[in-house]
């Protein structure tokens, strides 16, 4: 059974999943900008300019409305907390992991080839 007069259930862990989103995003449009070449290279192109906003906020909105749907599940009772956070877990460990992100040293480097 799900956790019962939970504080976690007021909607506030949708922003969970729409930020990890946002970071995904940001991944995809920072590899979209180094593949285009694009980066640091000034003011991008109308149409990069275009894609790149796409791949950030899409994932956010996405994820959020993914996050949001589950909580509802947990309000429900269908499912249970701890169920909310494995799925939670295992869907950002393998949206990292697709894109190339394993370790704070990966988005470390990345973020500083954007700051050259």
């Given at each position: 059974?799900?956790?019962?007069?939970?504080?976690?259930?007021?909607?506030?862990?949708?922003?969970?999943?729409?930020?990890?989103?946002?970071?995904?995003?940001?991944?995809?449009?920072?590899?979209?900008?180094?593949?285009?070449?694009?980066?640091?290279?000034?003011?991008?192109?109308?149409?990069?300019?275009?894609?790149?906003?796409?791949?950030?906020?899409?994932?956010?909105?996405?994820?959020?409305?993914?996050?949001?749907?589950?909580?509802?599940?947990?309000?429900?009772?269908?499912?249970?907390?701890?169920?909310?956070?494995?799925t939670t877990v295992t869907v950002?460990?393998?949206?990292?992991?697709?894109?190339?992100?394993?370790?704070?040293?990966?988005?470390?480097?990345?973020?500083?080839?954007?700051?050259?």
């Amino acid at each position: 059974m799900a956790d019962t007069g939970d504080d976690r259930q007021d909607g506030g862990w949708d922003a969970l999943w729409a930020v990890l989103g946002g970071l995904a995003g940001f991944i995809l449009m920072m590899k979209y900008a180094e593949a285009a070449g694009v980066l640091n290279t000034g003011p991008a192109p109308a149409k990069e300019t275009i894609i790149g906003l796409a791949l950030l906020l899409a994932p956010a909105a996405v994820f959020g409305a993914a996050g949001g749907r589950i909580r509802d599940e947990v309000a429900k009772e269908r499912t249970t907390w701890a169920t909310y956070w494995t799925t939670t877990v295992t869907v950002f460990v393998a949206v990292f992991a697709l894109l190339g992100i394993t370790t704070i040293d990966d988005l470390t480097e990345m973020l500083d080839r954007w700051g050259e």
